[in-house]
């Protein structure tokens, strides 16, 4: 990752819930330096607050490359996301081939993670994950 921080063009709503993080993030651009950017302010919040489980929603309606999301995926172990479940819901229904993609490079790293279609299943999939 680079020394530049991207510009913020997302905004971030994190919740303390009794078994994860909840983290909606809202925006209307995507690029690698983004992506990085928005999942460092995740890490360090789940850190803050002793999270070993994280539920992303997102709502940026720009499709992202595959590149940035297949190089973003691979770095996540690099970042510290090895002990911690990752749920994530995309609110546009069209970039679940892309975000499925990025799963599976993610997972091929070591990272436990799951692609939902709403809050609800992602819910569900971290509480059975909690005890």
Not at 75 to 87: C, K, M, V, Y
Request: charged letters at 25%; glycine letters at 6%.
């Amino acid at each position: 990752m680079s020394n530049v921080e991207a510009v913020k063009t997302y905004n971030i709503a994190f919740q303390h819930r009794p078994a994860y993080l909840y983290a909606h993030v809202e925006g209307k651009r995507y690029s690698y330096e983004i992506v990085m950017q928005c999942f460092g302010e995740i890490l360090r919040e789940c850190q803050a607050g002793n999270f070993d489980q994280v539920l992303i929603e997102e709502e940026i309606p720009e499709i992202n490359s595959m590149v940035d999301i297949f190089r973003a995926a691979s770095e996540l172990p690099q970042l510290g996301f090895t002990n911690i479940s990752i749920a994530f819901v995309d609110r546009f229904p069209d970039q679940k081939d892309l975000n499925n993609f990025g799963r599976l490079a993610a997972v091929n790293r070591g990272i436990d993670g799951q692609i939902f279609d709403n809050v609800a299943d992602a819910d569900i999939w971290l509480s059975e994950r909690d005890g």
